[in-house]
C-alpha cells in the first residue's frame, strides 16, 4: 500500500480540476473589480438648435403623461399599450438612475442638433441616445413631443425628414 494514491490525491492531477479552478478564480477576480458603475458614452458632436426638458409621469392604467418640466403643460398622453418605443427608451434612461440610486422621477431633455441628430439625455448621469439610429418612426414620436414643448421651423422641417 505504500506507493497507492488516495481517490483524493488522484483526484487532484486530474488537468479538468486545474482548469475548473482557474476558472474559477478568474472569475472571483472579476467580481471584486467591478464597480458597478459605467460611464456614459461621449456626447455628439453638434450644436442645439432646440431642446426641451420633458417630465414622463406614470398615471393610472398604464397610461403615461408627457409634461413641458417648466410649465407643467401636458403635451401628450400614451394609454396602456401605445408608444412602445417611447416606454423601452424610459425605461433605458430609468434603469441607469437607479443602478446609481437616483431618484426615478426627475426630467429628461430632448434636443434635436444641427446635425439633424435627435437627442434624448439625462441630466443626472450624462446618458444620451440618438433617436434616428432606432428607425424614422420611432424617431418620430420624439420629434413631435418635441414640436409640441417648442413649436418651430426648424423642428417642424426635421420632423418631416427634411434633410435626410
Aim: charged letters at 20%; glycine letters at 8%.
Amino acid at each position: 500500500m505504500a506507493g497507492e494514491q488516495t481517490p483524493a490525491q488522484s483526484t487532484l492531477r486530474h488537468p479538468m480540476v486545474w482548469v475548473v479552478m482557474a476558472m474559477a478564480l478568474l472569475w472571483a477576480w472579476g467580481v471584486t473589480r467591478d464597480e458597478g458603475f459605467y460611464t456614459p458614452p461621449s456626447p455628439q458632436s453638434g450644436s442645439t438648435v432646440s431642446s426641451a426638458n420633458l417630465l414622463f409621469v406614470d398615471a393610472p392604467e398604464g397610461q403615461i403623461l408627457v409634461m413641458h418640466a417648466a410649465t407643467g403643460n401636458e403635451l401628450a398622453r400614451y394609454s396602456s399599450g401605445e408608444a412602445s418605443f417611447l416606454r423601452g427608451i424610459l425605461r433605458s434612461l430609468v434603469r441607469e438612475r437607479r443602478v446609481r440610486d437616483l431618484e426615478s422621477d426627475g426630467a429628461f431633455q430632448l434636443a434635436l442638433l444641427d446635425n439633424g441628430s435627435l437627442v434624448i439625455s439625462d441630466p443626472e448621469t450624462g446618458y444620451w441616445m440618438a433617436l434616428e439610429a432606432f428607425g424614422v418612426d420611432n424617431r418620430r414620436v420624439f420629434a413631435e413631443l418635441l414640436h409640441r414643448a417648442q413649436p418651430s421651423t426648424a423642428i417642424a422641417a426635421s420632423d418631416r425628414g427634411v434633410g435626410r
